[in-house]
């Protein structure tokens, strides 16, 4: 039997015995078997799917932690006018990483053709990828749907 981590311990600054290095995408679970970076294995098993971050740690049962450390993965680095980049990044749900002087998103080739077109420079990086959280603390921002219901008509009479 695995030994199971049914905690995450937010912003760890203890010890560790040992790191996991998860993508972005593989940041967000709630039960799943890992693999550790020294080749230990192990179960998450949380209450609910939670986005975890680089410098969080799972909390094994018998008190250890692993710490998680986030993997590089294929992204591009862009700078120009960064209101109006994000602005558009934004409109389109895409996760964001924010610097003081750039933006970082996953490489998405129709994402990145529309951004240059704004007039963005773009940077192809292998990089870890950690973006904005949601606004009320810790998550991730979802899509919404834009449907029907989500429009306003105007009727005259």
């Not at 998860?22 to 209450?47: H, N």
């Not at 007039?119 to 919404?144: D, K, V």
Request: proline content about 4%.
């Amino acid at each position: 039997m695995l030994l199971p981590a049914r905690t995450l311990l937010r912003g760890h600054k203890g010890q560790t015995i040992d790191s996991v290095t998860l993508s972005y995408d593989e940041r967000f679970l709630r039960r799943k078997r890992l693999t550790t970076d020294a080749g230990a294995s192990f179960m998450v098993d949380l209450t609910e799917t939670t986005s975890v971050n680089q410098g969080d740690a799972f909390h094994l049962d018998d008190g250890r932690a692993i710490a998680i450390l986030a993997a590089a993965e294929p992204v591009v680095r862009l700078t120009g006018n960064l209101a109006r980049l994000a602005w558009h990044i934004g409109n389109r749900h895409t996760p964001c990483q924010i610097g003081s002087d750039h933006l970082v998103i996953r490489r998405d080739p129709v994402i990145e053709a529309m951004l240059k077109g704004l007039g963005a420079s773009l940077t192809l990086q292998i990089a870890a990828f950690t973006p904005e959280g949601g606004a009320y603390g810790h998550g991730r921002t979802m899509g919404h749907d834009h449907g029907p219901a989500g429009h306003f008509a105007l009727t005259h009479g």
